[in-house]
């Protein structure tokens, strides 16, 4: 099955995170473009992921720690890790998890409560 990235519909995951949604067998696939200065409130999900830095500056604050991220950067979330975040700048992420996040299925994301 092919696809192009630029032909899936958008939609927000919160203000100011836009984010185009591959599901396949067990896993998800979120390339989020991300407005400077928006804000990820703090959360965690059963789902392992794997944060893949494309375009941008990225403060991702980890269990507590803060990391500043850039392009070719990787961080590897474990599942029930609480993390959050800020885009330093315009933000271009490609995020993986496993397994398939079932609230990106449904496109209702609630980050107010873990």
Known sequence: MKLSVQQIEPFDIVPGYHARIVH????T????EIEANASLPEHSHINEQVV????GSFELTLAGEKLRLGPGDV???SPHVPHSGI???RCRILDV???IREDFVNKKVNYGSR
């Open 24 to 27: 396949a067998a067990s896993m």
């Open 29 to 32: 696939l979120a390339y989020v």
């Open 52 to 55: 893949n830095m494309l375009e």
């Open 75 to 77: 961080v590897i979330i």
């Open 87 to 89: 885009a330093k700048t």
């Open 97 to 99: 998890f496993h397994p």
